[in-house]
């Protein structure tokens, strides 16, 4: 007899029986495709942030043990006999322990850095031109007065650039772009938030004489609540899903176009891995993320709509 009871209860209500017509409550169509949306702009915010930091990280870690030096008149006689400026302030640069290599730029090289502004008259100025160094120090917080004192005493005039003016400009720039891609998360996150509960409340509008008819038969809040929760969770996770898959040409387009910028596919400090596909390693283990984060956000926002919507009832 209990046998056929079971039997009977499981032919009046199948499996995945749908006994509030969700499925015509919450679209199947316009809720994972906003979804999605989101999860794109999400994914280009994340991008931002983190290229942001990786490009500043690599161009420090460049510029903080490169200083140039400037020597006016490299030809001209030094204090020691024999010696020109420009010799005398490489021998000095070379024996210093805290400088690691001292190389004197080519003709060819000045061309090519003055051409930008030149153009082709960048190799026929008659015009006297200082000597340039580049100096890259042994280790970056390399103390500098010393040195710059006595290169002017060797080669008075002679100027040493250090590149830490633009370091912290750079350093102010990755975390203003890290800020704004942080409050981008959160906006993504909560217009995420304002399309589910709209979604679901105009589920329950739908439905909401087979809901309190439900409802008054002795169904629970907590059940109600799942129904409506299950079928977001569903739906927000193939909008995520489909979100970071549209994503990902075009961060790998934009990994592309950054490369010249600085070197992505560098070992990422942050996991001890390389980075496949041009994207940081960071990257790869966050777009997985998007759609279990926006099944959470389906889940939470549908459980909170339905529960105060249902403590509303007579």
């Known amino acids: 007899m209990g046998a056929s009871s079971r039997m009977a209860k499981a032919n009046l209500r199948p499996a995945g029986f749908d006994d509030l017509g969700l499925q ?3 679209s199947d169509r316009l809720l994972p495709f906003l979804v999605a949306a989101m999860a794109f702009l ?26 140039t030096v400037q020597v006016p008149d490299p030809s001209s006689p030094s204090a020691r006999p024999g010696a020109s400026r420009l010799a005398q302030v490489l021998t000095l640069l070379r024996a210093d322990p805290a400088v690691a290599t001292a190389r004197p730029l080519s003709q060819a090289d000045l061309d090519q850095l ?10 026929r100025l008659a015009l006297p031109l200082p000597a340039v160094i580049a100096v890259h120090l042994a280790t970056p917080d390399a ?17 040493v650039e250090s590149h830490g003016v633009w370091v912290r400009r750079l350093a ?49 809040d907590g059940y109600m609540a799942a129904r409506f929760a299950g079928r977001a969770t569903r739906l927000a996770a193939i909008g995520g899903a489909a979100g970071a898959l549209a994503a990902l040409p075009v961060l790998l387009t934009l990994a592309g176009l950054a490369a ?33 984060i ?4 389906g889940y ?10 249902l403590r509303r009832l007579p």
Not at 147 to 159: F, H, I, R, V
Not at 300 to 309: E, F, G, K, N
């Open 300 to 309: 939470l926002t549908a459980q909170v709509t339905v529960r105060s919507w």
């Open 42 to 67: 999400a994914a280009l915010a994340l991008a931002g942030s983190v290229a942001a930091a990786a490009l500043a990280r690599h161009w420090q870690e460049g510029a903080e043990a490169v200083l």
């Open 260 to 292: 010249p910028f600085g070197d992505l596919n560098a070992p990422s400090q942050a996991t001890g891995a390389f980075q496949p596909g041009g994207l940081p390693a960071l990257l790869w283990l966050a777009l997985p993320l998007l759609p279990a």
């Open 114 to 123: 003055l051409r930008p502004w030149l153009g082709a008259a960048a190799g």
């Open 294 to 297: 926006a099944a959470a956000i």
């Open 143 to 159: 103390p500098l007065a010393a040195l710059s004192a006595s290169l002017e005493t060797a080669a008075p005039g002679t100027q």
């Open 172 to 220: 102010a720039l990755a975390r203003s772009l890290q800020a704004c891609a942080a409050v981008a998360l959160l906006v993504v996150a909560a217009v995420a938030v304002a399309v589910v509960a709209v979604a679901t409340h105009a589920g329950i509008a739908a439905r909401r004489e087979a809901i309190e008819i439900v409802h008054g038969l002795g169904a629970s």
């Open 24 to 26: 015509r409550a919450l």
